[in-house]
């Protein structure tokens, strides 16, 4: 059931003063200034830093070689690790399941698939991947509210709101807190000015949001489902099933024919400016990870649909699949909505799967496919129990290059340099 939102904006003024032992503090009231800003970033008073909380990143606990300390893989001070020894007692884990993320990155990075979905290394919330999670979950919540409370302040309310919420917790907290530098001080303190920053340029994807769809627009009954998971057993090579899973934003009923998956994107449109081919590519790349909801919503239809029959002759549930979703009408359409582009604004991309559920089924069944193969050279490369059969990538943003210098040589693997770089 629809709800109201009565949110004022969330007005708060930032004072700071110094306790007696120099550490500042901040405490929050109305201030007209701040809420112009980005309000609840002042909603709380910074908390000093617990002893060893230098920074809180990915951390997890090393294994009973090491007394079960924590890691912290952008620690350079911390001791060299043996990947087998010290985070997995001796064999690589077989995972339990892949998602469209896990696939992707193993895709494009077997090494960087092994720190953070078999080691457990993951990397650490950073503005950008926060400012994803709450427009995500503002862009989630408005749907909760009457199509006429649909508001743009109330859809940036309920990002502040969100924040106010989440700022301290272990997830977020560190994200603007700064090192104090005297000792005398120690903890830390929060660098509310960018903080604040941050807050404006979360609210600037959401209005560009607003003006590309107006959520008071979007008619009933959609959207039909929000924040879904979607998951199936597939098939492997060998006969074996294995989960994939993974969580869709938005599903609509697109003139009541077929379904249209939404994903919402805070990263920039991509542009299509290069050959016919390498745009194609860029596309499918972009597309991916829809194709895969896509198939696992069609297998949890088929899992439905086959389920027996209960008492009454009423169809008993199969599959997770949501009840207005049993219907079995197919998706067809797969929208990616991008909060930003090279020219500032809101675009989005759709995809037609095909007229015919035979045009359907091939698009589906190639990404099907796709993930098998996938699974089975996972399953090859966790079979060697070797580490170091996880060959990294040549992008240079990626994980693996932050992580690598914190394993003993030998224990991963690392491309040979050209003498000319080896001193470097």
């Keep these: 059931m629809a709800r109201r939102l009565v949110l004022s904006t969330l007005a708060l003024r930032c004072r700071c003063h110094a306790s007696s032992n120099g550490r500042r503090f901040c405490t929050a009231r109305a201030s007209q200034a701040l809420a112009a800003a980005f309000s609840a970033s002042a909603a709380h008073p910074a908390r000093p830093r617990s002893p060893g909380h230098r920074r809180l990143l990915a951390r997890r606990p090393l294994g009973a070689a090491s007394g079960g300390a924590e890691l912290d893989p952008l620690d350079p001070s911390g001791p060299l690790l043996d990947p087998l020894r010290d985070l997995c007692s001796g064999s690589l884990p077989v995972p339990s399941s892949l998602s469209p993320s896990a696939v992707g990155e193993f895709r494009a990075c077997p090494q960087s698939y092994l720190f953070q979905y078999l080691l457990g290394l993951r990397q650490p919330t950073n503005e950008a991947l926060a400012r994803g999670s709450l427009c995500h979950s503002a862009l989630e919540k408005v749907y909760d509210l009457d199509p006429d409370h649909r508001t743009r302040e109330n859809l940036r309310n309920l990002l502040r709101a969100a924040w106010a919420e989440e700022r301290l917790s272990d997830r977020y907290r560190h994200l603007f807190e700064v090192e104090e530098e005297a000792e005398e001080v120690g903890g830390s303190r929060r660098d509310l000015e960018a903080e604040i920053r941050w807050g404006k340029s979360a609210l600037a994807l959401l209005d560009r949001y607003f003006d590309c769809e107006d959520p008071r627009a979007i008619p009933a009954p959609n959207p039909l489902e929000r924040e879904m998971w979607v998951r199936s057993r597939l098939a492997g090579g060998g006969g074996e099933k294995f989960l994939v899973r993974g969580i869709v934003d938005r599903i609509d009923l697109v003139q009541g024919d077929f379904l249209r998956i939404v994903d919402y994107k805070t990263g920039k449109c991509p542009d ?135 394993f003993e040589p030998g224990t991963v693997w690392e491309r040979e340099r050209p003498p000319s770089e080896a001193h470097m």
Aim: glycine share 8%; net charge positive.
């Design 272 to 406: 299509f400016k290069y050959s016919p081919a390498t745009n194609e590519r860029i596309a499918d790349e972009a597309f991916f990870q829809l194709k895969i909801y896509a198939l696992l919503l069609r297998e949890m239809v088929r899992a439905d649909q086959a389920a027996p029959d209960g008492e009454g002759g009423e169809k008993k549930k199969g599959g997770g699949l949501p009840f207005n979703l049993r219907s079995g009408i197919p998706v067809r359409r797969l929208r990616l909505l991008y909060l930003t582009s090279n020219s500032g604004e809101a675009r989005y991309l759709d995809m037609d799967l095909g007229e015919t559920a035979a045009e359907r089924d091939a698009i589906l069944d190639a990404v099907r496919d796709d993930l098998v193969e996938a699974w089975t050279a996972i399953g090859r490369l966790v079979r060697t129990n070797d580490p170091r059969s996880f060959v990294h990538c040549d992008r240079p943003f990626c994980w693996c290059h932050k992580v690598r210098h914190r």
